[in-house]
């Protein structure tokens, strides 16, 4: 599948997924870049053309004690590092538009897995580039993305959302170690889809949904991956998360779908996995 197709049916998922804080504050084209502090002069302004960032965005730093206060619990202080490198952009989109995340010289984390953790942060609906004058893990730059939308929106994301955030980003990159990338950031988005539609009430409800969508993605998980992933999504079920909220998006969905201009956007994406198809037969074709 086209890479930004599946990006995109991703990001519509993990919108689905966890009701999002509202950004009443912000417009529609405002855009903010977040550096890390011990960039140089001339990796900055590289930064800068690189991420098309306008010169009239405003600008914003991240320090490497940042990046420790809100990822020291979830991996060792030498994977942080001591320096604050990447960078990103963020460009506010229109309402309902979702997350467009792309990376460079990100080795570690994947775009969907910052869709992921934006999604749980309450982050949507924006534009987002994120890279580094070298490659770099990328754990870092979810720190400069999440200050940067608290500054472009006055809205204060509570501390505990933003380090739940860290924690799901680092989790499912340690998982993705083991069953791969694109299943690691799949499932976290699965289990969180479910949770929505039917909040499980126990600890072992909990774990057998978590082994339910492993098996329906034929992803297999050891005991003690399955152990870490019920201890996270625990935590985050006692969060205040309104599911209700959740379920009233899915409805949302559910109607713009069924309307004119969601028929149309569904014919849309029709033609184009029909076109894409055409293109890949054609090669083989050759």
Known sequence: MNRKLQTLLLTIMMLL???SISFADAVEGDSIVSLGENLTEQQKNELLIELE?????QRITVSNQEEHDYLGEFIPKAQIGSRAISSASITMGAKGSGLDVETSNITWVTDEMYINALTTAGVKDAVIRISA???VSGTAALTGIIKAYETTTNKEIPEK???AANEEMVKTAQLGDSIGADNAALL???VKEEISKNEPKTEADLRALIEQVAAELGITLTDAEIDKLVEFFNGLKGMDIDWNQVKEQLSEI???LQSEEGQSFLQRL???LNSSIDEIQALFAK
């Open 270 to 272: 029709q033609d184009f």
């Open 133 to 135: 004058p070298f490659d």
């Open 254 to 256: 559910s109607t713009f």
């Open 17 to 19: 997924a966890v009701p």
């Open 53 to 57: 960032v306008p010169e009239n965005a």
């Open 161 to 163: 959302i933003k380090k």
């Open 188 to 190: 976290m988005g699965k």
